[in-house]
């Protein structure tokens, strides 16, 4: 019996099936490289020794998706595939509404289709919108200020009228805070096409020369530094996160919503600071306007994944920045295939 990973090659994905092959699972990987490249697939053979069976499809494709599950024999599911830019989102709600509703109904009605009723998915802090007072508890009401946002609460929402419907659904719905950092080796990790929207990407193409410095999108709000204050987590953690969740969820029906976070929270130049102290690169930077809807304070209370999974972070903020920085320096310019 294998898992299916939907946007497998991409950056939760890729270090969530290399977590997922180390602890014994075999792994089938869906992915249509709309945010990511195939060069992934040979990393992750790469560094487990496996590589994951690989299909090439868009998760709107029900019939290319049917096709898979027709062939494989697969016990449960992943779903990271989705647009994920919040700025994007505002200008273009419709390509969101359509591909990141769209998709997960299409991958639930396949599922329906052939009795899989397993499945994790990769929701986001961005659910508690901006009214909840951090440290953010499973139990707050959701809500969101972008249409990206809204995806989040309305999957969410799907996802648990199915289990209303049939309570043979295990579904987790797990809401990450700011994943960042790579896997140690350096070999896969955080390449965003164009600008990066999130800050570590930008801060690590600032230290490795390709951007000129970063701007501090407001030092006005009310945090010890004036910058904004979120909940940090090694994109490992996150993975292996996942790896507790799919355990949980082939054994136990319902629903849960678990955070996944380290419970702490750092300022932007905290994490600038930490950055430079790891990595020995200084970041240059300007204090700049605030970003519209951002929040001042975004970090987990994250109590529960440890009482219901056993899982909790391994690892601080200057692994996550020296880990951030060898995969950048690594790769300049992210996964290129070899000429
Ligand atoms: C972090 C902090 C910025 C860039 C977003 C999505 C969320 C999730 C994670 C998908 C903030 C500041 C940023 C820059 C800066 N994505 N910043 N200069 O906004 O907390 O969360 O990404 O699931 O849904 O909302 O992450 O990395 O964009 O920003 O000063 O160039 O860094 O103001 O305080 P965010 P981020």
Redesign the pocket.
Same mark, same amino acid.
């Given at each position: 019996m294998a898992i299916l990973v939907t946007g497998g090659t991409g950056f939760i994905g890729s270090h969530t099936t290399v977590e997922l092959i180390n602890a014994g699972y075999d792994v089938i990987s869906v992915d249509d490289f709309s945010n990511s490249k195939p060069l992934v697939l040979d990393r992750i053979e790469e560094i487990t020794g496996k590589r994951p069976t690989f299909y090439e499809l868009n998760i709107l494709d029900k019939e290319a998706l049917n096709e898979v599950f027709e062939k494989e024999s697969i016990e449960a599911v992943i779903h990271f595939a989705a647009f994920?830019a919040?700025g994007e989102s505002v200008a273009e709600p419709l390509k969101y509404y359509h591909n990141n509703l769209g998709g997960l109904i299409s991958v639930l009605e396949v599922m329906k289709a052939h009795n899989v009723k397993n499945i994790v998915f990769s929701s986001?802090?961005?659910v508690y919108g901006v009214d909840n007072p951090s440290p953010l508890k499973e139990d707050l009401p959701t809500s969101a200020t972008n249409p &990206?946002?809204y995806t989040k609460v309305m999957n969410e929402q799907i996802l648990q009228d199915v289990v209303t419907s049939d309570d043979e659904w295990a579904v987790m719905l797990l809401r &990450?805070f $700011?994943p960042i950092g790579a896997h140690p080796s350096g070999l896969i990790g955080e390449d965003p096409q164009g600008v990066? $929207? $999130?800050?570590?990407p &930008?801060i690590t193409q600032v230290a490795v020369g390709k951007r000129e410095q970063?701007?501090?999108?407001?030092n006005d709000y009310d945090t010890p530094d004036g910058?904004?204050v #979120?909940d940090y987590i090694h994109v490992v953690d996150l993975a292996k996160g996942h790896v507790a969740a799919i355990a949980h969820a082939l054994k136990h029906n319902g629903v849960e919503k678990i955070n996944l976070g380290t419970g702490h929270g750092y300022s932007?130049l905290d994490l600038v600071h930490n950055f430079e102290e790891a990595t020995g690169v200084e970041v240059p930077y300007e204090i700049a306007d605030r #970003?519209p809807g951002?929040v001042a304070t975004?970090y987990a209370d994250a109590t529960y994944a440890k009482e219901l999974l056993g899982w909790e972070t391994e690892f601080g903020i200057e692994e996550m920045c020296r880990d951030a920085w060898n995969w950048q320096e690594k790769n300049p310019n992210g996964f290129v295939e070899e000429a």
């Open positions: 994920k919040v986001s802090a961005t &990206y946002g &990450y $700011n990066p $929207n $999130n800050i570590m &930008y970063l701007s501090v999108f407001g910058t904004g #979120r932007v #970003r951002d975004c």
